[in-house]
């Protein structure tokens, strides 16, 4: 006899609560690696001034550079919070806003790595020394993930079940559904001018 729990028809259901919390996981992490990375120095500087006296130390942030970073990452969260929220299509839009945030996380991520050194430049003497950072690839981890996250969303999203039904008991659901057809047939008896409690 075959487990419902292991067999064929359980293996859906179960399948799809992995990749639902999978999804939830992978996008908190991506909200994660893209938070991080653009609170950290992407490029730093060192200069003297012109009567080489004083000493001027610069950097800029992923914040500074990279705005579309730090956005997609507040997106990586709403859509780690949509993903148990929503059903069917409201999923599916969410998973596609994930990757269209992934890819300009991305983008952007590999753009201002190198252009983040060179607009540091102009704000130091110009015998100052400047390097970039690792950072920046770690929002490009980010961001790949994310893309990762939101085609899973988007493709596999619309079967997996809600929040209310996801944590509700089958017997519980079957006994609302008894109790909704033994009231509707008590009223088509009271129609009838039958007494339903005979």
Do not use: C
Not at 10 to 31: I, K, M, Y
């Amino acid at each position: 006899m075959t487990d419902p729990g292991t067999g064929a028809g359980g293996s859906g259901p179960r399948n799809a609560v992995r990749e639902s919390v999978t999804a939830f996981v992978g996008a908190l992490a991506a909200a994660g690696l893209l938070f991080w990375s653009v609170g950290e120095r992407w490029a730093s500087g060192r200069g003297r001034a012109a009567n080489a006296l004083i000493v001027i130390d610069k950097h800029v942030s992923g914040k500074d550079v990279a705005p579309l970073v730090a956005a997609a990452a507040l997106v990586a969260v709403a859509g780690a919070v949509a993903i148990p929220a929503t059903r069917r299509w409201g999923r599916t839009v969410a998973g596609v806003l994930l990757v269209l945030a992934g890819v300009g996380a991305t983008v952007e991520a590999l753009l201002r790595r190198t252009t983040a050194q060179h607009d540091l430049r102009h704000k130091l003497p110009q015998d100052a020394v400047t390097h970039a950072t690792n950072w920046p690839w770690m929002a490009v981890v980010g961001g790949v993930l994310l893309v990762l996250v939101g085609a899973l969303v988007a493709v596999r999203g619309r079967q997996w079940s809600g929040m209310s039904s996801r944590y509700e008991r089958p017997a519980t659901r079957q006994g609302r559904a008894k109790r909704v057809d033994t009231d509707v047939a008590a009223w088509d008896a009271l129609d009838r001018g039958e007494d339903p409690t005979a």
